[in-house]
């Protein structure tokens, strides 16, 4: 198990832990009801709530279950996003990676930058075989994402979860360590 969070430097990112300091900032796009729309979370309606999402990044952190990185861009000490992992089992050698940005900087190829990072990490530092990602299959913007790097669909979990009052079909994907370009 890691005992200091890494930070991952891309071309126009930094990928690191997010503390405190950054509830203002995160605050912003988890209370955007387009962000939160496929998260199966309601949109957050205090900064508290914030905090609370702060400490679980920490908690999987510590238990070794996942880490979850916040999105900067280079030279702006903001954090506009996050991106990680998340039920992560060591013995089958495989993680879920989940990612989410505020809308201002949809579009821009931030998401798939990060995502990249988030990857290549997970595949060379801890050397997983497969990547999964599990989504609605309303959330089209992150299916294409995710296909555009090398994902591919499984199969639909139906009523996989139970979310905001009902159940949600996820697709399943994943990406195999011998499948990234």
């Not at 205090?46 to 920490?58: A, G, L, V």
């Not at 075989?129 to 299916?143: D, K, M, V, W």
């Not at 996989?160 to 499948?179: A, I, N, P, Q, V």
């Amino acid at each position: 198990m890691q005992k200091e969070f890494p930070v991952i430097e891309t071309d126009r990112l930094i990928l690191r832990k997010v503390t405190r300091a950054d509830t203002k900032d995160m605050f912003l796009y988890l209370s955007d009801t387009d962000v939160m729309r496929y998260m199966g979370l309601e949109p957050y309606q205090t900064p508290k709530e914030t905090e609370t999402e702060i400490r679980w990044y920490d908690e999987i952190f510590r238990e070794g279950t996942g880490m979850r990185w916040g999105i900067t861009l280079k030279g702006v000490n903001k954090v506009i996003g996050s991106c990680g992992f998340l039920n992560k089992h060591p013995r089958h050698r495989r993680s879920e990676v989940g990612f989410e940005l505020s809308k201002k900087f949809w579009g821009k190829g931030i998401a798939g930058e990060a995502l990249d990072a988030v990857v290549n990490y997970g595949f060379q530092e801890l050397n997983l075989e497969r990547i999964e990602a599990l989504i609605e299959p309303e959330n089209t913007a992150s299916q294409k994402l995710i296909e555009r790097k090398g994902f591919q669909r499984e199969g639909l979990l139906r009523h996989y979860e139970f979310t905001c009052g009902k159940f949600d079909d996820l697709y399943m994907y994943s990406l195999l360590r011998g499948e990234l370009e």
